[in-house]
């Protein structure tokens, strides 16, 4: 099993970084590991018991994996774990939290626990997979900073048009 965890220095405040991640139409642009993702009933976003599924990205783009969120509480916490399986993982579970650091800025932090798998497979599997998922889990985070550097304002302006003023 191999468990990882990362911080990211995000340039915007911690309530635009949680939902340029969890809102379906600002993911898409910007999310390099995953090519779709919805929430299965069509939510816009994710809530606790929400299951989404996701297809990859990329050259990862014939992987798909299907999630259930076991928390989320906007702007602090989300955290979610696959349902089923989907290989080459037999298990996978991370968690996201977001902490403002100064004004416009904040961290987030990535954990997440997978599991490789079929089981007998799992020696030579598991290491690869670690690793490509990791490489593959900062290269995912840096284009959503890169996108935040440039963007952060206009997720802030949906925000207000959603929400109210009082949301961002």
């Not at 018991?49 to 906007?74: K, P």
């Not at 840096?142 to 109210?164: I, K, P, S, T, Y």
Request: proline share 5%; hydrophobic share 45%.
């Amino acid at each position: 099993m191999a468990h990882q965890r990362f911080e990211f220095d995000m340039p915007a405040p911690a309530d635009v970084v949680f939902d340029a991640f969890h809102y379906h139409v600002w993911r898409a642009r910007w999310d390099s590991l995953v090519g779709n993702a919805r929430v299965v009933g069509g939510a816009p976003c994710p809530f606790v018991g929400a299951e989404t599924e996701n297809t990859g990205g990329g050259w990862l783009r014939g992987l798909s994996m299907r999630t259930r969120f076991v928390t989320f509480d906007r702007p602090h916490v989300a955290a979610a774990s696959m349902v089923g399986r989907s290989f080459p993982f037999s298990r996978w579970a991370a968690s996201m939290r977001h902490r403002d650091t100064q004004p416009g800025q904040s961290v987030l932090i990535y954990v997440y626990t997978i599991e490789a798998g079929p089981k007998a497979l799992r020696w030579l599997l598991e290491p690869v997979v670690a690793q490509v998922f990791a490489r593959q889990t900062q290269r995912r985070f840096a284009r959503m900073r890169d996108f935040l550097a440039v963007h952060a304002d206009e997720v802030v302006q949906w925000q207000r048009a959603q929400h109210g003023s009082d949301a961002a």
